[in-house]
């Protein structure tokens, strides 16, 4: 089973993000978007496996990605 995960690259390693993006590939990340303004990357990583992908050289964070969200049709009800 596998979790949403939002990474978070430190600032001194953004100049070598595809080296991080394959870093965390390689510790089990199957990566969805990189998003290098930010220094940001999405991705699903196994049950668990957060605390490897943590360790992973250039990583700041990695924190649990939050639900589903989107917009509503044009016709629907005031939520």
Same mark, same amino acid.
């Given at each position: 089973?596998? !979790? ?6 430190? +600032? %001194? &390693? +953004?100049? *070598?993000?595809? !080296?991080?993006? &394959? %870093?965390?590939? &390689? &510790?089990?990340l *199957?990566? !969805?978007?990189?998003?290098? =303004? /930010? @220094?940001? /990357? ?5 049950? @668990?496996?957060?605390?490897?992908? *943590?360790?992973?050289?250039? $990583?700041?964070? $990695? !924190?649990?990605?939050? @639900? %589903?969200? @989107? /917009?509503?049709?044009? %016709?629907? =009800?005031?939520?």
């Amino acid at each position: 089973m596998s !979790e949403p995960v939002l990474v978070v690259v430190s +600032a %001194d &390693a +953004a100049s *070598r993000l595809p !080296e991080v993006v &394959a %870093d965390l590939t &390689a &510790a089990g990340l *199957r990566v !969805e978007h990189v998003l290098a =303004e /930010i @220094g940001t /990357i999405t991705g699903s990583a196994p049950t @668990g496996a957060i605390r490897t992908l *943590r360790a992973v050289s250039g $990583v700041d964070k $990695v !924190e649990p990605a939050c @639900g %589903d969200f @989107g /917009i509503p049709p044009p %016709d629907s =009800e005031v939520q």
